[in-house]
Structure formats: structure tokens, C-alpha cells
């Protein structure tokens, strides 16, 4: 499955997920990649899994992916997401149990 929601190009290497793209985000989502990687990431749907990222309850700033996200367990891997000490949730399976 590949990422078909929307994309909206911030500058030479941030793209945003708008959060009214997925129902119950709390921020946006933003991703860094260079045009030429924007497809690569796309290729799979881990766009998605930062924008479920920017669900989470108490979550600080954006949801944000590196250059290398791609497809993980329940954020993408490059995944990152700061959430508030006391309002946040703690997932520490978020990318995965290795």
C-alpha cells in the first residue's frame, strides 16, 4: 500500500500532512526529504503512521520523520514525536521491540 493522502511542500526538504488529512490528529505532520526522496517515502504507507503519530494524546510540536522513514511497527522507522510529561502517553514499542 502506498501513501496517496496529501502532501504539501513546505520548502526545498520539509513536506507537510496537514492534520485535518487523517481524523483525530492533533498537529500536523511533517517529513524531511529532498524531492528526489518523496517518492521512495510515499512507496509504502508510512506517511500514514506519522500522521497517526500526531494522534497521540499530549503530543508536543509536529509529528516529524527523517530522511529515512519508512514502514515500521507502529511509527514509521525516522519516526519522532515529543509529548508532554504529564499529558503525554509513553510508547516505548512505538517503532518496535528490538
Known sequence: ???????????E?????PMDESAG????????ASESMIGQVCSD???QQAAN???????????MAMPDIHWGYGFPIGGVAAVDGFAGSISPGGIGFD
Open 13 to 17: 526538504n520539509r513536506w507537510e500532512i
Open 53 to 63: 503519530v500526531a494522534c497521540m494524546p499530549g503530543i508536543v510540536g509536529s509529528s
Open 45 to 47: 504507507n508510512a506517511p
Open 25 to 32: 490528529m492533533r498537529t500536523n505532520a511533517v517529513i524531511y
Open 1 to 11: 500500500m502506498s501513501w496517496e493522502g496529501r502532501l504539501n511542500k513546505i520548502d
